[in-house]
């Protein structure tokens, strides 16, 4: 009996006692940011883990995909100190699925097995643990760079940029938001670009204190998606920290830091029109309602051609296999006639980015990209390209 006894002490040797009470409510709400940074299939079992550390009077909650890590603290009614990992999706999905309102104990008992007990009422549940000194860490290296963006500021940053990240893995330098200072002495600003070769969003802000000097660097578009619910939901400044190779961003009680794509991401102001001088100003509701419905004929090329004359904007679409259709909308544009044909799901994401009453587009002829600009926002431009109809 001595013997069995120290062999299952040695099997559980790795792991901590835990016992805490937490509110349902608030951990549901940070597993639910944290778990989607965890790959629903790893090769590596601990990567499907979520780390949860009882000290000081919270929870620290750790998820990581190896490129991304982001840590939340959380309070609760800590009895015994420690740390765990469990299977994030799982540990999610029970405490979604637990009654409003209610608290949720944890506890282990290392001396009696490696298995976590969650319990809130009736209900009762153990999940299988790996040790937490097996979780890998991201390490962040010196940061160099140092500055604070207001909640809105950084929030307009991702946000208006995000739509037009690529996804093609070929040219994975444009999977990502390019941070930078704009070129150039005088008026310099902090910006983000993003293009994916059809369609270009460059948004600027102020050059915060400590941003001055910073390398251009490319935020993945994992993280893009990430960083944007802590934004959304942490405090009302997000403080970044950045080097060539890394970046960290804080807000309230949550903390990510990311590894940056190693590429030179492409010189956009070739791309930026300077000429076009054939301005149309349009309703921004209007237009993406009429663009939403006449796309529904153009299903499968997804052209949807702008023909501009006088005071007014026709949009049409037509299809072999659908038919055809044809939207009329009243458009501020007196230069001459003109046709142009566009990605309508580009036009469409475009637009539900632009905050104002009105969408000015402004043009060149039927073969060259189109600015467009939101009066309510001077800081976002965006491109889009044409394509044939």
Same mark, same amino acid.
């Given at each position: 009996?001595p ?13 901590d006692?835990?016992q ?5 409510a608030?951990? #549901?709400?940070s597993?639910g940011?944290? *778990?989607?940074i =965890?790959?629903?299939? %790893?090769?590596?079992?601990? /990567? $499907?883990?979520i ?11 750790t998820?990581?995909?190896m ?16 740390a ?8 999610y ?5 637990l009654?409003?309102?209610s608290?949720?104990?944890?506890s #282990?008992?290392a001396?009696?097995g490696? *298995?976590?007990? =969650?319990?809130?009422? %009736?209900?009762?549940?153990? /999940? $299988? ?11 962040e ?17 991702i ?7 690529s ?13 930078h200072?704009?070129p150039?002495a ?6 983000a ?7 270009l969003?460059?948004?600027e802000?102020p050059?915060?204190?400590g941003a ?14 990430e960083?944007?619910?802590i ?23 949550i903390?990510?830091?990311?590894k940056?794509i ?16 054939k ?43 659908n ?26 994401e ?11 587009f402004?043009?060149?002829d ?13 800081t ?10």
């Amino acid at each position: 009996m001595p013997a069995k006894s120290s062999a299952a002490s040695d099997n559980f040797v790795n792991f901590d006692s835990i016992q805490l009470t937490i509110d349902r409510a608030a951990f #549901l709400r940070s597993l639910g940011r944290l *778990q989607s940074i =965890v790959e629903k299939r %790893n090769t590596i079992p601990i /990567l $499907s883990n979520i780390k949860i550390e009882a000290a000081g009077g919270n929870l620290n909650l750790t998820a990581t995909d190896m490129d991304i890590a982001a840590t939340e603290k959380v309070a609760a009614k800590i009895t015994k100190e420690g740390a765990v990992t469990v299977p994030a999706h799982t540990l999610y999905d029970i405490v979604r699925k637990l009654p409003e309102g209610s608290e949720i104990e944890l506890s #282990l008992d290392a001396a009696k097995g490696n *298995q976590l007990k =969650v319990k809130s009422g %009736n209900s009762k549940f153990q /999940l $299988s643990c790996l040790p937490a000194a097996d979780f890998p860490t991201i390490s962040e290296g010196q940061l160099t760079h140092n500055f604070s963006l207001s909640k809105s500021e950084f929030i307009s940053l991702i946000k208006k940029t995000r739509f037009s990240i690529s996804t093609e893995e070929t040219r994975y330098y444009l999977n990502g938001v390019y941070l930078h200072i704009s070129p150039g002495a005088e008026n310099q600003s902090l910006r983000a670009v993003s293009t994916d070769g059809h369609r270009l969003a460059r948004i600027e802000v102020p050059v915060p204190a400590g941003a001055a000097g910073m390398p251009g660097v490319i935020i993945p578009r994992k993280t893009v998606v990430e960083v944007k619910k802590i934004a959304e939901e942490g405090g009302e400044t997000i403080q970044v920290s950045l080097s060539k190779t890394k970046i960290k961003f804080d807000s309230g009680n949550i903390t990510l830091v990311s590894k940056l794509i190693d590429g030179t991401f492409p010189d956009y102001e070739r791309v930026i029109p300077k000429e076009n001088n054939k301005i149309m100003e349009v309703d921004s509701r209007l237009l993406t309602q009429a663009v939403d419905r006449v796309s529904t004929i153009a299903t499968e090329t997804r052209a949807i051609k702008f023909a501009m004359s006088g005071g007014k904007l026709t949009l049409s679409a037509s299809s072999q296999d659908n038919g055809d259709a044809t939207e009329e909308i009243p458009a501020n544009y007196s230069s001459d006639a003109m046709d142009i044909g566009f990605n309508y799901r580009y036009v469409l994401e475009m637009m539900g980015e632009l905050e104002g009453e009105t969408a000015q587009f402004v043009f060149s002829d039927s073969t060259s990209p189109a600015l467009v600009r939101d009066p309510a926002d001077v800081t976002a431009l965006y491109v889009i390209m044409p394509m044939r109809v």
